[in-house]
Every structure is written in structure tokens, then in C-alpha cells.
């Protein structure tokens, strides 16, 4: 038996993208209506849709490119990359739910994977049915449930509410217990997206704990998506970076992050106003994010305790106002949120974004000490995201004076943890 | 362990074999069907009863008083509970499965499993409907002091028939409805239109007393037809077999499942994408 357990040899997937160009078609309608197509028909019946025609309606979108890794058994996976950079997708192709365009898969083993948690799980029913109900849809088999459900129930702690019909269950008990049930499936190959987000810390080190045991102790081969570089770093021992569909960096799993994280920050130079991976509705954009000293002179580098403006552009797509906005931008290094700077936190009164502006974002000494950080703009309207682009801006820290007396971070502690303002006595 | 190899548009080699391995699933799909239709209802499985005999109640008015169905020497509610039983079953059993995998639409996007599971096992939900009633009929046996025959030995392959009968248009159905979801529209038409046009009311020798031995045979390309006559002849045998009918139907039925089957698996691969 060779050592490969999965070969992924020149996948692609490509979906079609229909644009709204039908008429009548309400915004948001994501299925074609069969009265479309009928009406169609009907009102053009020896007329074949022209080639452009169609071309223009629908575009092709590669959501994986020439993606070709193998896996060994016992190997520990990491997937990581921006939003839409294909993560899903190659999960959902490997776990056969959905058909590559072109290329091939070859998987030696038992199959198991986990997109979600809880998927199948009926709010109706009672913990000890969704067991065995979820236990069957991930492929175990009644007498597999019933030798593990003592188990299962354990890891979940949730012996108590057993007989209670799971829509009564906290989420957190939720959560517990289907992950406990996917933990307990044995198979040769797990297959995890971001699961772990939900749930509380504990429960969390749990499950990593839980999948750790099983790659080391049984030699099973996991592939985890996580957004959580630290995780990442601790759980897998390889890692796979994939951008825009296609692989971009592929080996030992700090070398793959480190690649990670300085494609965050090269992001900066595509621009934010092109940037392809971003989330939310998209109806207020971010443009552009500028760094202004004190006197509003455009700076590259930022100084440590220096007064910094960070600027953001944004448009609007309809030329209206947009009430109730709530904007932000946190700044991050390594996997770890530094600080979040938001108009609700020191104002109370409404914002209002209409067309073409930009927004002043000022922090007058800043607590960063020399490093490089990347920014995440975020905006929502009335609750609803309306943008968020991961690593929109790069911010490089240069040894300044915060503490006033032109001393910094002793060598090895720099971009580590912010700077606070503090005094001895003695 | 046999490698498995994923490839585009690849014909699945291990799709009746993976249909096996997931048997266990038909039954916990309708398991929990059953269980989440009664779960926080007043009176729980009496529903179960319940619903066949009101609608039997119904129609053995409606057919037996306003529309004259009679037959000498039948009850009356035997005589309708016979086309009735494999009407329901097969209009419930096509509505069901029709709407089926848009209804479990979550697990189709995230979970593989073969998607043929979902359909067929909401049929095996309404297969339980059906027994429930049947034990009415058979109540009904035993009131009217009426005689069981031989014939009852073939009610297990008609019921068998009347399940394929309406698995064909069922898949045909649940995989339009996933791309286009106006069709959950046409289902309640075609269910009440078919009543109409099907047995259920009146005799089908009717048909050739009217308009002739042709017009049977085009009568019985309604497949539910086949199934409808077989319950007749083997319940209350008062009328011959009509073999010619019968076979046009099973003909019918064969085609139907086949482009059904064959439809569903065309599109099953696209599923997620869509759905």
C-alpha cells in the first residue's frame, strides 16, 4: 500500500455566473424561474439565443485553478487562504459533493468530512435521535452509533438534556454535540472546514485536542480550513496557501503562513478598490485607505507613538444615503487582532454615507511598536455588512518615542502585544 | 479498500454499491420524517389514523352517494377504500418526493451521500401512511363479514408497483424542481387533476363500456390506471383481470422510472451547485 492517501492531480472547478440581465427578475432570485425559461420560449420560439448573447449573461468564474497536491497518511493538511480563494470549494470537490470541471482526484480510504456543524441535525428531534440521525447522514452505521453513543454523549457533556428536542438546546450544547458526533466517526480521511469558530474556548481545545489524537495516535489524515493561523500552526504539520484558485504556496506550515501573511500585506499594492476577495453586500465599498501624520502629509511608515490619521475612501453604489452606518478598522499581525478602532465606540450620533467621501480615523499616540501590521477596513448600514476587506491596508511601524524618553521594545519584542502607557514606583 | 477516484463527468462505477453501503440512510430519513410530523402535535400519531379516515369518509360519500359507484354485493367502503388506498399512496408519494430534496436542500450542499436516498425515502414515510390505512380496510373486512381471496396474495407486488409508479415521475420532478422552483406549483394540479382522470371513483371497465376497447388501452397509459385495477381486482375480485390494460401500464411505469432514474442521475451531479 503507498504511503499517498489523497493525489490531487490539475483540479478545476469553474461555475457559471448569470448576471441580472433578464428582466423581471427580482434582486436576490438566486434559481432560474422554469416561467423564464417558458416565456422565453414562447415569445421567441425559432429564435436560438445568440453566442454573445449568452456570453453576456453568464460568466465563467474558476473558483480552482490547476490545484495539484498529494497527502500522505498521517499528515495534518492546513488549508489557508484569503475569503474566495477556493478553500471551500476544493473541500467540497474532495468530499464528492460537487463535480470538478477537469482533473482528478484519487482518495485511498474512508471519507469523512465535516462543512458544518450540525448539518442534518433536526431542531425538533431530541439529542439522542440526532445522533443517530446525524451518526447515519455522515455515513456511520446503526450499530457504529450505538457502541460509541455512551461516548459521544460524554465528549458532548450533555448527558442531562439527552430527551430534549435539540431546538432547546443552547448553542453552545449544540455545537458540542455535533461536533462529538463527527469527532467519533472513524474514518481514514477527515475532511474540516471552519468549524471550530463556534463554540466556546474549552470546548474548542477539546476538539483540537480530540483531532490531534486522532492523526497521532490512529495515523488518520486530516485536512483543515481554518481561518485561525494559530491553530493552523499547532494542528497541521503541512500546509497548502491557495489564492484566486490556485496554489500558491505548498509545504511546511510556518513557511506556507509566513507566505500567507506577506501575500495579506502585498494585497495592499493590488489596491482596495480592486481587490476581488471581499465581504458583505457591497453596497458602500472602501476605495482606498490613506496614512496621514499630523500635519495630513501622506506618510509610508507609521511612528511609534506618533499621531497617525488613517484615512478611508469609500462609494457608495446608489446615490443615496445610507443611514445608520458603523465603520471600523482593526489592525493585525500574526493571526491576532491588535486594536479596533470604531465610530461607535467614541461617537453616539448617526453616521450617513452618500456617494464619494473619505472618513478620518485619528489615534493620537500610536500604541504599536515597530512591525508590520495589516489593516481590516469594515463597514455595515443598518446591520447589514455592507464591506469588509481582509488586509486592505498595510501598516508598517517605525521606532518612534511612545514612552518619551527614546527608549522602545527590547530586540525580539517588537510587533508584540501593544504599547500601554504605565509607570513603577519603588 | 478500493481507491476512489473523482473525475469530471465521470460515469459514477460505484454508484449502486455506494447506494448499498448508505441503506441505512432510506430508513433514517423516514424515521425522521415520521417522527418530526407528529412531534408537538396535540394528539400525535392519532393523526396518523386520523387523516386516512376522514378522507376515506369523504369519498365514500362523495363517490358511493353523489357519483353512484356501486357494485352488487361490495360495501360501499370497500369498494372505494380500494381505489382510494393506491391513489393516495401514489399522490402523496409524488408530491413528497417531488419536494424532497429542496426540503433537505442543506444537506445536499454540504454533506455527500448518493442524492437518490432522499426521494425514495420519502416514499418508504408515505409507504407507513399507507399501511396505517390498510389495517382500516382490513377493519373494514372483518365488519362487513366480507371474503378475503386469493387475489389478496398479489396486494405486496402492486404495492410494490404503485411505489415505482410513482418513484419514475418522482425523481423526473425533484430534479426540475431544483433547478426551476415553479414546479412545486404544478404538483397540487397534476395530483388533482389525476384524481379525476384516475379509477379512483369509478370503475375503469366503465371506460370500455362508453367508449370502447381502444380508448382503454390509451385510458391505461395512465399508469396509476394498472395499479388502481390490480387493487380493485385483488380487494373485491367481482370483474376479470384486463391483462391488456395491465401490461400498457406496466409499460408506462418501466419507461417512466427509467427516464426518471435516468434524468435524476443526469442532473444529480449539478445539485449542489445549484440547489
Not at chain 2, 120 to 138: A, E, P, Q, R, W
Amino acid at each position: 500500500m503507498s504511503d499517498t492517501v489523497i493525489s490531487v492531480d490539475q483540479l478545476c472547478k469553474s461555475y457559471w455566473i448569470k448576471h441580472q440581465l433578464q428582466s423581471g427578475r427580482k434582486q436576490g432570485q438566486q434559481y432560474e424561474r422554469f416561467s423564464e425559461v417558458l416565456t422565453r420560449a414562447i415569445s421567441a420560439p425559432f429564435r436560438r439565443r445568440k453566442a454573445e448573447e449568452v456570453a453576456a449573461s453568464r460568466e465563467e468564474f474558476w473558483a480552482l485553478k490547476d490545484v495539484s497536491f498529494e497527502v500522505k497518511r498521517g499528515d495534518v493538511l492546513g488549508v489557508i487562504g484569503r475569503n474566495g480563494a477556493g478553500k471551500s470549494t476544493l473541500l467540497k470537490v474532495l468530499s464528492r459533493i460537487t463535480e470538478p470541471t477537469t482533473g482528478r482526484v484519487e482518495i485511498d480510504g474512508r471519507v469523512a468530512s465535516l462543512l458544518e456543524v450540525g448539518t442534518g441535525f433536526h431542531p425538533e428531534l431530541t439529542g439522542r435521535e440526532n445522533v443517530f440521525l446525524n451518526g447515519a447522514i455522515l455515513g456511520m452505521s446503526r450499530m457504529e452509533i450505538k457502541r460509541k453513543f455512551d461516548e459521544i454523549v460524554a465528549f458532548a457533556e450533555v448527558e442531562k438534556f439527552l430527551d430534549t428536542p435539540v431546538k432547546r438546546y443552547s448553542s453552545g450544547m449544540y455545537v458540542r454535540l455535533a461536533f462529538s458526533v463527527a469527532a467519533h466517526l472513524e474514518p481514514e480521511i477527515l475532511i474540516v472546514d471552519e468549524v471550530l469558530a463556534v463554540g466556546d474556548a474549552q470546548f474548542q481545545k477539546k476538539c483540537l485536542g480530540k483531532m490531534r489524537d486522532v492523526s497521532r495516535n490512529d495515523g488518520r489524515t486530516i485536512i483543515f480550513v481554518s481561518h485561525n493561523l494559530h491553530v493552523v500552526q499547532s494542528l497541521c504539520s503541512k500546509g497548502v496557501l491557495l489564492a484566486g484558485g490556485a496554489v500558491q504556496a505548498l509545504g511546511p506550515t510556518s513557511e506556507v503562513i509566513a507566505g500567507y501573511l506577506k501575500s495579506l500585506q502585498s494585497g495592499f499594492k493590488i489596491g482596495v478598490e480592486h481587490r476581488q476577495d471581499r465581504q458583505g453586500a457591497g453596497d458602500i465599498q472602501f476605495t482606498e485607505i490613506e496614512m496621514l501624520d499630523q500635519y495630513g502629509h501622506r506618510i509610508e511608515n507609521a511612528i511609534s507613538g506618533q499621531q497617525l490619521t488613517l484615512r478611508l475612501h469609500y462609494r457608495t453604489k446608489a446615490d443615496q444615503p445610507y443611514r445608520n452606518c458603523r465603520v471600523s478598522v482593526s489592525a493585525h499581525a500574526n493571526g491576532v487582532v491588535y486594536f479596533l478602532l470604531s465610530t461607535e465606540l467614541v461617537r453616539s450620533d448617526e453616521l450617513v454615507l452618500q456617494g464619494r467621501g473619505h472618513l478620518d480615523c485619528i489615534v493620537p499616540e500610536l500604541p504599536l511598536s515597530r512591525g508590520e501590521y495589516y489593516l481590516n477596513p469594515f463597514v455595515e448600514s443598518n446591520k447589514v455588512v455592507q464591506d469588509l476587506v481582509e488586509g486592505a491596508g498595510q501598516l508598517s511601524v517605525v521606532d518612534g518615542d511612545f514612552y518619551g524618553h527614546g527608549r522602545n521594545y527590547p530586540p525580539g519584542w517588537e510587533g508584540i502585544g501593544v504599547l500601554v502607557r504605565h509607570d513603577w514606583k519603588w | 479498500m478500493a481507491k476512489l477516484i473523482i473525475e469530471a463527468g465521470q460515469a459514477r462505477k460505484h454508484y449502486w454499491r455506494d447506494l448499498w453501503r448508505y441503506r441505512e440512510l432510506f430508513y433514517f430519513l423516514a424515521w425522521r420524517d415520521l417522527l418530526v410530523r407528529y412531534r408537538q402535535t396535540a394528539i400525535g400519531l392519532t393523526w396518523a389514523i386520523l387523516r386516512p379516515l376522514l378522507t376515506m369518509i369523504v369519498l365514500t360519500v362523495i363517490f358511493g352517494r353523489v357519483a353512484k359507484l356501486t357494485v352488487p354485493g361490495v360495501p360501499q367502503p370497500i369498494l372505494v377504500l380500494a381505489g382510494m388506498l393506491p391513489w393516495q399512496f401514489f399522490s402523496n408519494s409524488l408530491s413528497d418526493s417531488s419536494n424532497s430534496l429542496v426540503a433537505n436542500a442543506n444537506l445536499i450542499s454540504k454533506i455527500y451521500f448518493p442524492r437518490l436516498v432522499v426521494p425514495t425515502s420519502s416514499l418508504l414515510v408515505n409507504l407507513v401512511d399507507f399501511f396505517i390505512s390498510f389495517v382500516m380496510l382490513l377493519v373494514l373486512f372483518v365488519w362487513y363479514h366480507y371474503p378475503l381471496t386469493w387475489h389478496f396474495l398479489f396486494l405486496p407486488p402492486l404495492v410494490v408497483l404503485g411505489f415505482l409508479a410513482a418513484l419514475g415521475p418522482g425523481l423526473f420532478i425533484t430534479a426540475l424542481n431544483v433547478k426551476y422552483r415553479d414546479f412545486k406549483y404544478v404538483i397540487p394540479f397534476i395530483v388533482q387533476f389525476g384524481l379525476l382522470v384516475s379509477p379512483v371513483g369509478f370503475s375503469s371497465s366503465l371506460v370500455t363500456e362508453r367508449w370502447g376497447v381502444l380508448c382503454r388501452l390509451l385510458y391505461s397509459l395512465n399508469p396509476v390506471v394498472g395499479v388502481i385495477d390490480g387493487f380493485r381486482w385483488a380487494i373485491c375480485p367481482k370483474e376479470p383481470f384486463y391483462w391488456p390494460g395491465f401490461v400498457v401500464s406496466l409499460a408506462v411505469i418501466g419507461l417512466m422510472l427509467a427516464y426518471g432514474l435516468n434524468y435524476f442521475r443526469r442532473m444529480e451531479r449539478a445539485f449542489a451547485d445549484i440547489i
